[in-house]
């Protein structure tokens, strides 16, 4: 089992950044691929970006691509998401998911409960 904590949520202006974390606990961390997804409202959930067990391998959203980036801190087990030139369109609950292998597979097995990120225009 893997815990997922998210957090660094908030209200901010267009054009502004945010840094999501979102905490680990359980199964080792550092081997899992680790994704965050945001679901707008009235929307379906998608996906924005993953990174492989290492950090070597990133991949984004093309939605997202150039602002956003992803990291990881295995000390810490601990991932972020670096989100920067915000646009209101940006606007959702963004949520964490860890996947059992370490590298992108498609599929997430462990959630967090999700953190709001709200840009105002």
């Known amino acids: 089992q893997v815990q997922l904590v998210e957090s660094g949520g908030g209200l901010v202006q267009a054009g502004g950044s945010l840094r999501l974390s979102c905490a680990a606990s359980?199964?080792?961390?550092?081997?899992?691929?680790m994704g965050w997804f945001r679901q707008a409202p009235g929307k379906e959930r998608e996906f924005v970006a993953d990174?492989?067990?290492?950090?070597?391998?990133?991949y984004y959203a093309d939605s997202v691509k150039g602002r956003f980036t992803i990291s990881r801190d295995n000390a810490k087990n601990t991932v972020y998401l670096q989100m920067n030139s915000l646009k209101p369109e940006d606007t959702a609950v963004y949520y964490c998911?860890?996947?059992?292998?370490?590298?992108?597979?498609?599929?997430?097995?462990?959630w967090g409960q999700g953190t709001q990120v709200t840009v105002s225009s």
């Open positions: 359980g199964r080792t961390f550092s081997s899992l691929a």
């Open positions: 990174i492989s067990w290492n950090g070597g391998n990133t």
């Open positions: 998911a860890a996947d059992r292998h370490s590298y992108y597979s498609g599929s997430y097995d462990y």
